[in-house]
């Protein structure tokens, strides 16, 4: 797999964008010293009664932490978050209301900040401050009249108003053009709202042209640049590329592939006399796609379909038992194939979503404690 989030990186809104790989965290972690001083902080921090240990209670603060580290809604606001935090409250925990220990901290601690920072090596995130810059450029660019025209032709329809049109087209936009996710409600009601008010409104109910469109969109757009230009937007923005070059890695690696497939095929049942079912190929794979650079079955719906397919061709879906051998050919046969499905077509997937609280103070996770500042 590869990303994509450097192209963006380079540009005016992203310039002086963060990008966070996980770097930062292998290098705290891989620092024995450092991390040790680290976890000593924030295990003093937390544990205010001084017993040396952390109760639940006192533990909420650094799940709270991690949670705004993973991009989580605050605890509370959403059942399937909440879950979340539940299970990262029972890593520390081991599902026991029992204190944790300085050691048990710091081991739990670094499995998930590893954990964390392998995620984001795998998917970068790039951290763009939309100012309307990227836009205005967009709008007087060559390439302006020719890229409106073809999303108008998609969305043209007689019985809708103009400004149907131009908002449907606000939303067909991205980052790329200089435009944060119009989806999102503080960027519809804050930015986009008030450069409606741009347009001539006289001209609302006429009918839909693409002259008049390309004409009243333009003064829409210089509108929403003008909006940004007094109130940036924060978008973090990610890009994937699977093109199966993460699958043709494993499988070129006899070593790692064996490893890999043995790992993945431990967990899974057997028979009495050592067989398998080779309807748990799914469950397999999902097991192996990790180091395979394929994402979770069910993330992403285009990869689903290319890998629903991949099982048809092998008759992976049938319950029949089979040897281990057997099993791992199988699973090595569909990784070839994905491999060659997503090298024929890659699937590129891109997500932008509004940062609204600031950086620096969404997570202190990674942040030093006063007594790692202090002079």
Not at 232 to 260: C, Q, Y
């Amino acid at each position: 797999m590869e990303t994509g989030c450097g192209r963006l990186s380079r540009k005016k809104s992203g310039g002086n964008g963060q990008v966070l790989d996980g770097s930062n965290i292998m290098e705290l972690v891989g620092n024995d010293q450092v991390f040790t001083t680290f976890v000593d902080n924030k295990f003093h921090e937390l544990d205010t009664d001084r017993d040396g240990k952390l109760s639940v209670k006192e533990l909420q603060p650094a799940v709270a932490d991690i949670g705004a580290a993973l991009g989580l809604p605050a605890h509370g606001t959403n059942p399937e978050s909440d879950h979340i935090y539940s299970e990262v409250l029972n890593e520390f925990t081991h599902g026991k209301q029992q204190k944790v220990s300085k050691t048990e901290f710091k081991e739990v601690l670094s499995d998930i900040l590893l954990g964390m920072a392998a995620g984001l090596k795998r998917d970068p995130i790039v951290i763009l401050r939309i100012d309307g810059e990227d836009l205005l450029e967009f709008v007087n660019g060559s390439g302006y009249e020719a890229e409106m025209a073809s999303i108008f032709s998609q969305i043209e329809s007689p019985t809708r108003s103009l400004h149907a049109h131009i908002i449907e087209a606000l939303g067909k936009l991205t980052v790329e053009q200089g435009i944060p996710p119009t989806s999102d409600a503080w960027v519809l009601s804050n930015i986009v709202e008030p450069a409606l008010l741009y347009q001539d409104r006289s001209g609302l109910d006429k009918p839909v042209s693409q002259e008049t469109f390309l004409e009243e969109f333009k003064v829409v757009a210089l509108g929403v640049a003008n909006r940004l230009k007094e109130q940036p937007v924060i978008v973090a923005h990610s890009e994937n590329i699977f093109d199966g070059s993460g699958v043709k890695r494993l499988l070129s690696n006899k070593f790692e592939l064996d490893k890999t497939l043995n790992s993945a095929l431990e967990t899974l049942p057997k028979d009495r006399n050592g067989k398998m079912s080779k309807e748990y190929l799914r469950v397999a794979l999902d097991t192996v796609a990790p180091s395979a650079g394929l994402p979770p079955l069910g993330a992403i719906e285009e990869m689903d379909k290319v890998i629903g397919e991949v099982f048809k061709m092998v008759n992976a879906d049938e319950a029949k038992l089979v040897k281990e051998e057997e099993f791992k050919k199988v699973l090595t046969e569909i990784l070839g194939s994905i491999m060659l499905q997503l090298e024929g077509s890659p699937i590129s997937v891109s997500s932008n979503s509004v940062v609204h609280e600031p950086l620096d103070s969404s997570s202190t996770l990674l942040q030093p404690s006063s007594s790692e500042t202090a002079p």
